[in-house]
């Protein structure tokens, strides 16, 4: 297992959850990482992306509530999601890969996934 999630859980509408993503030392030094979720019958839609350089990009759905960040001494990628509301429940997932630019913004080559992580939003 190279990506491995934490930190999904329950919270009520208006909370807060902060997602972690270890990744091997190999595959965190050379890829992008980002973060997708996953609504069940739906495609996997990207949720913010963060490069080697700390450039970032989000979804519409969460920009201003969501903040990608990463540590490189702890090989690690975290997602802060504030202003919990019901739509953001599903799994979320890490990814790791290659950054690649697009019309507006860029994304990341889905070279690697985590196994996915819980996010309930209910009072």
């Known amino acids: 297992v190279q990506l491995v999630e934490s930190g999904g859980g329950l919270v009520e509408p208006g909370g807060s959850l902060t997602l972690s993503c270890v990744a091997s030392?190999?595959?965190?030094?050379?890829?992008?990482m980002a973060w997708y979720r996953q609504i069940p019958g739906k495609q996997r839609d990207l949720v913010a992306a963060i490069t080697n350089g700390d450039s970032t990009t989000y979804s519409d759905s969460v920009k201003g509530r969501f903040t990608i960040s990463r540590d490189s001494a702890k090989n690690t990628c975290y997602l802060q999601m504030n202003s919990l509301n019901a739509e953001d429940t599903t799994v979320y997932y890490c990814g790791a890969g290659e950054p690649y630019i697009t019309e507006t913004t860029f994304r990341v080559s889905e070279d690697y996934w985590g196994q996915g992580t819980q996010v309930t939003v209910s009072s």
């Open positions: 030392e190999r595959i965190f030094a050379v890829n992008a």
